[in-house]
C-alpha cells in the first residue's frame, strides 16, 4: 500500500505564493509520473502539471509561467511552487502518483487533497 500525504496549503492574498509538497510512502518497486490535480466547487478535477520520472513536465496552460512542478526522487516528493496566484486558482489541490508495486504491477494513488484558497 502507498500513501501520499500532501502539506502546504492555505489562504493566501491574490499575487502571492504557496508550495505544496507531496511525500510517498509505503512498499513500493519504484514511483513514474507524479503530478497535481485541483478541483474548484462545482468543477471537475483538472491536471494542474505533471512530472515523469525522467522530469518530462507538462503545465495547463492557466498556471504556464506561474507554477513550477519539481520531485526529489531519494524523497519520493514532489513540489508545486505557485507564484502570482489569483483567486480562479481556488480549489482543492490533489496529489497524484503512478507507482510500480513490488509485484510489477502500475497503479495510481491519489493524496487526500489540500485546499488553497486565494482571497484579499
Known amino acids: 500500500q502507498v500513501q501520499l500525504v500532501e502539506s502546504g496549503g492555505g489562504l493566501v492574498q491574490p499575487g502571492g505564493s504557496l508550495r505544496l509538497s507531496c511525500a510517498a510512502s509505503?512498499?513500493?518497486?519504484?514511483?513514474?509520473?507524479m503530478g497535481w490535480y485541483r478541483q474548484a466547487p462545482g468543477k471537475q478535477r483538472e491536471l494542474v502539471a505533471s512530472?515523469?520520472?525522467?522530469?518530462?513536465?507538462n503545465y495547463a496552460d492557466s498556471v504556464k509561467g506561474r507554477f513550477t512542478i519539481s520531485r526529489d526522487n531519494a524523497k519520493n516528493t514532489v513540489y508545486l511552487q505557485m507564484n502570482m496566484l489569483k483567486p480562479e486558482d481556488t480549489a482543492v489541490y490533489y496529489c497524484?502518483?503512478?507507482?510500480?508495486?513490488?509485484?510489477?504491477?502500475?497503479?495510481?494513488?491519489w493524496g487526500q487533497g489540500t485546499q488553497v484558497t486565494v482571497s484579499s
Open positions: 497524484n502518483a503512478d507507482v510500480t508495486s513490488t509485484y510489477l504491477r502500475v497503479m495510481t494513488y
Open positions: 509505503g512498499n513500493f518497486f519504484s514511483i513514474n509520473a
Open positions: 512530472i515523469s520520472s525522467g522530469s518530462r513536465i
